[in-house]
């Protein structure tokens, strides 16, 4: 079993930055991935890591502005937010799953572990 606990959000300016984090407890895991939840719509892959290997992917409305990062020593996920606009507001969630199935295909039902949710909000 492999907990999860966010931290990082807050109210910030659109054109500002944020960084989120993400600590991994016990058990090993194959992919893990932020995904964004707004208010009334689903929720929506954002970024994933292969954590063994280190490549990543993002969503096209993040490219060039959101980059995921991970340490594998203290099982620590990142998601480095710049340039933020009023559209990236809403509930993130780290997410793992135990294989790297989530990273290639990076939906919601593949990850196994969730965490509780940080609010990011993106003022205009």
């Known amino acids: 079993q492999v907990r999860l606990i966010e931290s990082g959000g807050g109210l910030v300016q659109a054109g500002g930055s944020l960084r989120l984090s993400c600590a991994a407890y016990g058990g090993s895991v194959g992919a893990m991935a932020w995904f964004r939840e707004a208010p009334g719509k689903d929720r929506d892959y954002v970024a994933a890591i292969r954590w063994t290997v280190g490549d990543t992917r993002y969503a096209d409305s993040v490219k060039g502005r959101l980059t995921i990062s991970r340490d594998k020593d203290s099982s620590m996920l990142y998601l480095q937010m710049d340039n933020l606009k009023p559209e990236d507001t809403g509930a993130y969630y780290c997410?793992?799953?135990?294989?790297?199935?989530?990273?290639?295909?990076?939906?919601?039902?593949?990850?196994?572990?969730w965490g509780q949710g940080t609010q990011v909000t993106v003022s205009s």
């Open positions: 997410a793992a799953c135990r294989t790297a199935s989530g990273y290639f295909n990076p939906r919601a039902y593949e990850f196994d572990y």
